[in-house]
């Protein structure tokens, strides 16, 4: 599984399941739907019921336990949120689901490890930089993946992993409402290239 995560911000439902499957069959097997999407739970649904034997699926911009348990009974497997909240990463956890708070600092990195977070999103990638996540990374435990969101891409996968990125979520630059699914599949398949030719230089 490539450590991409999909992120549908503003996917329509009846456009949901035929995107997820787009995305599959291109190599991205996680998904966010953000919770300020249309009817961002009906898409969830939708494509947990059809594609969550193969992806992992789950809800963005997640602010309250309330939200987690709306998401969980949705068929959820993922939540997903800009900040570090303890009462919803532990929520969360209660419900046995993926927890990827979004952190800025070291302070709310190690709360967030502390309260059972599964990973950590440094968010906004775009303000920290890779020099930033650099300085985190030599503090915090390598057991805990952190993904980059937010001015990361394509374009400098490498110069993000150098910096200690061990994935990322990807929004604008794979998915904007309106694209058609075939333009949201180009887009996918020319992301995981760039991804899977990183991890070949790597490898040599």
């Known amino acids: 599984m490539r450590p991409l995560i999909a992120i549908l911000r503003g996917i329509e439902p009846a456009q949901a399941v035929d995107a997820c499957a787009a995305l599959i069959d291109a190599g991205i097997t996680t998904v966010e739907v953000p919770l300020n999407s249309p009817d961002p739970l009906r898409s969830i649904a939708a494509m947990a019921d059809a594609h969550g034997g193969t992806a992992t699926i789950g809800a963005g911009t997640v602010l309250a336990p309330e939200d987690v348990d709306a998401v969980a009974d949705a068929g959820g497997a993922l939540i997903v949120s800009p900040d570090a909240n303890e009462a919803v990463i532990r929520r969360t956890g209660e419900r046995g689901l ?13 709360s967030a490890i502390r309260w ?3 990973g950590l999103k440094l968010f906004p990638g775009s303000m920290a930089g890779p020099s930033g996540l650099k300085a985190m990374r030599a503090v915090l435990p390598r057991d805990v993946p952190v993904y980059a969101v937010g001015g990361a891409g394509a374009e400098n996968f490498g110069e993000w992993v150098a910096a200690g990125a061990d994935g990322f979520g990807l929004g604008t630059a794979l998915f904007t409402p309106g694209l058609s699914t075939e333009e949201i599949a180009a887009r ?12 070949g230089e790597r490898m040599a």
């Open 98 to 110: 993926q927890s990827w708070p979004g952190v800025f600092t070291p302070t709310e990195a190690f």
């Open 116 to 118: 059972g977070a599964t």
């Open 188 to 199: 996918a398949r020319r992301i995981v290239a760039a991804w899977d030719a990183l991890q």
